[in-house]
């Protein structure tokens, strides 16, 4: 197979991950994992050589994909990691900033009279971020930014910090984008500018972005 992806080793992150309180409760998040496994799904049909970790969602795995699935962040992380080296890391999933410190191993019981449930959250590691500062890193290391508000700007301080090389920025906590929907549209931001994708359905916008992506690692080789 020809293409710009084509034998390419490419490792994305998709879904939410659950933070386990106890063993009835979580923390989580909306992400249904449809963004990530379209681009998973279209980089294995353009010959590239995908592995997935996905976080719990009820989606079945691409055609020529090896999944991996994981629960909680510091599970994604380690899965992650495991995968590499590669030539593209994509991080689609909506990974949990914070966690519990530790899991309880029995059911939280309110206490009489109790109205305040104070939870001790710690922060989670930043996969991207790790990913990004790898000594063998990745060609390509993109990232991905869900707002509600001052779209462009937050995924712009992301892309910066974290050291990224390109991010696609959406826009969620609207109908029709975002989390859960079929549907999205991106504003994919790197050092040539910015290019909104869509609205289109999630499975193009995958397309998309892996056209510019291949003419990234296109452009690097040139
Ligand atoms: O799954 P769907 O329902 O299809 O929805 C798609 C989506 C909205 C989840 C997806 O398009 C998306 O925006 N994914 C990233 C969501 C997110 O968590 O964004 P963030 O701004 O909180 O994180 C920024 C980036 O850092 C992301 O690439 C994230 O994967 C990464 N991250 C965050 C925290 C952490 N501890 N480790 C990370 O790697």
Same mark, same amino acid.
């Given at each position: 197979?020809?293409? =710009? /992806? =084509?034998?390419? $080793?490419?490792?994305?992150?998709?879904?939410? %991950?659950?933070?386990?309180? !106890?063993?009835?409760?979580?923390?989580?998040?909306?992400?249904?994992?449809? &963004?990530?496994?379209?681009?998973?799904?279209?980089?294995?049909?353009?010959?590239?050589?995908?592995?997935?970790?996905?976080?719990? +969602?009820?989606?079945?795995?691409?055609?020529? +994909? $090896?999944? +991996?699935?994981? $629960?909680?962040?510091?599970?994604?992380? #380690?899965?992650? &990691?495991? =995968? &590499?080296?590669?030539?593209?890391?994509?991080?689609?999933a909506a990974v949990a900033?914070?966690?519990? $410190?530790?899991?309880?191993?029995? @059911?939280?019981? *309110?206490?009489?009279? #109790?109205?305040?449930?104070?939870?001790?959250?710690? *922060?989670?590691?930043?996969?991207?971020?790790?990913?990004?500062?790898?000594? #063998?890193?990745?060609?390509? +290391?993109?990232g991905f930014a869900a707002?509600?508000?001052?779209?462009?700007?937050?995924?712009?301080? @992301? /892309?910066?910090? *974290?050291?990224?090389?390109?991010?696609?920025?959406?826009?969620?906590? /609207?109908?029709?984008?975002g989390f859960e929907s079929?549907?999205?549209?991106?504003?994919?931001? !790197?050092?040539?500018?910015?290019?909104?994708?869509?609205?289109? %359905? *999630?499975?193009?916008?995958?397309?998309?972005?892996?056209?510019?992506?291949? #003419?990234?690692?296109?452009?690097?080789?040139?």
């Amino acid at each position: 197979m020809s293409g =710009a /992806l =084509a034998g390419r $080793r490419i490792v994305i992150s998709a879904g939410p %991950t659950f933070e386990d309180i !106890d063993p009835a409760r979580f923390l989580g998040n909306r992400s249904s994992g449809k &963004m990530g496994f379209a681009i998973a799904g279209e980089a294995a049909r353009r010959g590239a050589e995908v592995v997935l970790v996905a976080g719990p +969602v009820h989606l079945s795995t691409p055609d020529g +994909v $090896r999944r +991996v699935n994981v $629960r909680s962040a510091a599970q994604m992380h #380690q899965a992650v &990691m495991d =995968a &590499m080296p590669c030539d593209v890391y994509i991080g689609a999933a909506a990974v949990a900033d914070f966690t519990p $410190r530790a899991a309880l191993d029995r @059911k939280l019981k *309110k206490q009489p009279g #109790q109205d305040v449930l104070l939870l001790e959250l710690v *922060k989670t590691r930043d996969i991207l971020a790790e990913v990004a500062a790898l000594a #063998q890193r990745p060609d390509l +290391v993109v990232g991905f930014a869900a707002e509600t508000n001052d779209v462009a700007a937050y995924a712009r301080g @992301k /892309l910066e910090r *974290k050291g990224l090389d390109m991010i696609c920025a959406n826009q969620v906590g /609207l109908p029709g984008c975002g989390f859960e929907s079929d549907d999205n549209a991106l504003l994919v931001i !790197d050092a040539a500018g910015d290019r909104p994708l869509g609205p289109a %359905t *999630k499975s193009a916008l995958a397309g998309q972005l892996l056209d510019l992506i291949g #003419q990234r690692l296109h452009g690097a080789e040139a």
